[in-house]
């Protein structure tokens, strides 16, 4: 079956601009999760959707939000684009929430912004 | 603040076993203990988990320390391919990953 799909895989943004990311789950996964991560911290916890709900969010400012379809699609926006958001985004889909079961990550979205 | 930690890098011969330890001394009760591995441009890929017993799949194997602060991801016998970015990661209302252990297999 097909594995987890995220578009675009990179893309280079301004500082200031905002950024839109896109997560296609397994099919049949109702958990989706977002990660970043950086050569300096590496991979941190974003936030994380089950069933169209946010069950989990981590320490990121509220400029990084998310949403999940009623499809399981996954989309992450980032408003007002720093410099220190150039990073690697993944995302991460399940068939249960909170670590139950296994996770399958994407290839990620290499976001650089300039 | 919560805490993972685990070595930056470890070496093993091919063919030999490889226990990778991760220490996580602040996880709560409910906390599933999750083991990923990354490839260079991959995004990383499951390897194992559980919650409080001893887990065993076709990859590998889990030990969960008593008092669940420490756990050791066991490699039966490392091959090249087994050569990546070993994480573990804790879940349930928090998500932590630890930073990483490189692991080199030498021919």
């Known amino acids: 079956k097909a594995g987890v799909t995220q578009t675009p895989r990179y893309l280079i943004k301004t500082r200031g601009q905002q950024v839109t990311l896109s997560c296609s789950p397994i099919?049949?996964?109702?958990?989706v999760s977002w990660y970043q991560q950086t050569p300096g911290q590496g991979l941190q916890f974003l936030f994380e959707y089950f069933s169209e709900t946010q069950r989990n969010k981590g320490n990121f400012p509220g400029r990084f939000s998310g949403r999940q379809f009623s499809n399981s699609r996954s989309e992450m926006n980032v408003s007002t684009l720093e410099l220190g958001d150039s990073a690697l985004y993944l995302c991460?889909?399940?068939?249960?929430?909170?670590?139950?079961?296994?996770?399958?990550f994407g290839q990620g979205t290499r976001l650089t912004v300039v | 603040d919560a805490k993972t930690t685990q070595p930056n890098s470890m070496e093993s011969n091919e063919e030999e076993p490889v226990h990778l330890p991760c220490n996580h001394s602040t996880i709560s009760g409910t906390d599933y203990i999750h083991w990923y591995r990354q490839l260079p441009s991959q995004g990383p890929e499951y390897v194992i988990h559980?919650?409080?017993s001893n887990v065993n799949n076709r990859m590998a194997s889990l030990a969960i320390a008593e008092d669940r602060k420490s756990s050791t991801l066991i490699l039966h016998r490392a091959t090249l391919r087994d050569a990546a970015v070993y994480y573990c990661?804790?879940?349930?209302?928090?998500?932590?990953f630890g930073p990483g252990t490189s692991l080199s297999v030498i021919p």
């Open positions: 099919s049949g996964h109702r958990s």
């Open positions: 559980g919650l409080t």
């Open positions: 990661m804790t879940s349930y209302d928090k998500v932590i």
């Open positions: 991460a889909s399940s068939q249960w929430d909170r670590g139950y079961t296994e996770a399958f």
